[in-house]
């Protein structure tokens, strides 16, 4: 799933996510894998720690920078209401909306006119979705990290269909979210940071709402 399209000359902003796309690849590959139940005392506290935090959110609102594989770069707005929605509204020239709502992820390209539907649990973002979370017993979480300034949680998708994992980055010790760099099937990383992050704000349903494809033009 292509989660990146459009170009625009941010380089300041590209030379510091290209640096964090370096660290993700080897963030994404380093650390050992743990199965629930084995963590240490430490590492199982810190993902208590970080399970109430997500849980204590019910909305939350942030600007975000992404860069793809390619080094496509994308800016836009990340709204997450749960359980079960978020929604990635991708600022001009990118066509793209992403809204997962129902159980399902939508991805519409408004310049090709197309809406395509992906299970939620076939992408590794469904952990953040959950009505209650508890990484340290979710199956899905591979590893946890404490880095200077940050704790980072790996996880994997949800099925076996898809092999994608990711990486999500916490401030800490104090608990913010602020970036998730994710491998696809492929072995490309799309790393996204965030911005201006806001909690417990007002987000109507229609926000999540399924995008539809653009009515056509009436013939003349």
Known sequence: ???????????????????LAALAAMTLLGGASRYPGTYSAEDAARLDKVSAYLNA???????FVQLGPEGDMAEGEFLLSRPGK???????????????????????NSRLN????????????????????????????????????????????????AQSNISLVFTWPAIELRQWMVKDNQGGVTTVALTGVQTGVSLPDGMFAVPVKDAKAPAK
């Open 86 to 108: 978020l929604r990635f509204s991708y600022n001009p020239p990118s066509p793209v909306l992403i809204v997962a709502t129902g159980g399902d992820i939508y991805v519409k």
């Open 57 to 63: 959110i019910h909305t939350l609102k942030a600007n």
């Open 114 to 161: 197309t809406v395509d539907r992906t299970s939620l649990s076939d992408t590794p973002l469904d952990i953040l979705l959950n009505k209650a979370i508890d990484l340290r017993h979710n199956p899905t979480v591979t590893g946890v990290e404490e880095q200077p300034g940050a704790l980072v949680v790996r996880a994997r998708a949800n099925t076996t269909r």
């Open 1 to 19: 799933m292509v989660w990146w399209i459009g170009k625009a000359d941010f380089r300041p902003i590209m030379r510091r996510l290209a640096i």
